[in-house]
């Protein structure tokens, strides 16, 4: 497991929050990356290129990381790809079911102050930490 590394972190955190403020400053969008996502799904017209943009920011962020001599993260070798696959499925139908992600009520959501979003993060943290408990405690995967 790697170690914490606070320099990274910050870095990282106030990447995000610039990312957040310019969308929200210069496109008037909420940054949740999920509603991103989901909304290349519509045919709305003229709404897809901004969110190409930021999906594949992104992505370049992750690879100048990586060039840039950061690790790369990567799952661990010895643990269920199942597990994985239905965590994922897991996310994705709960960012439908409470209207957003972390991105979206994590930090834009609570940053404006919103009740809402508050609860929403609550849900998210509590479900995280019982499926830490129930993945590391009840199945034994480490």
């Known amino acids: 497991m790697p170690t914490f590394t606070p320099l990274s972190a910050l ?3 106030i990447l995000i929050g610039l990312a957040a403020v310019l969308l929200l400053a210069l496109n008037g969008r909420i940054a949740g990356v999920s509603g991103i996502a989901g909304g290349l799904l519509e045919s709305i017209p003229g709404n897809r290129l901004w969110r190409w943009l930021f999906l594949a920011g ?13 690790a790369r ?5 010895d643990f269920p790809h199942s597990a994985l ?4 499925l897991l996310v994705g139908y709960g960012t439908a ?3 957003g992600c972390t991105s979206g009520h994590g930090v834009c959501g609570l940053a404006r102050g919103s009740l809402r979003s508050l609860c929403a993060t609550a849900v998210f943290v509590g479900v995280a930490a019982a499926t830490t408990f129930v993945v590391r405690h009840l199945l034994g995967v480490s």
């Open 73 to 77: 993260p990567l799952p661990r070798p």
């Open 97 to 99: 079911l409470g209207s």
């Open 11 to 13: 870095a990282g955190g």
């Open 85 to 88: 696959d239905l965590g994922g």
């Open 58 to 70: 992104l992505m370049l962020g992750a690879a100048a990381w990586v060039a840039a001599g950061g």
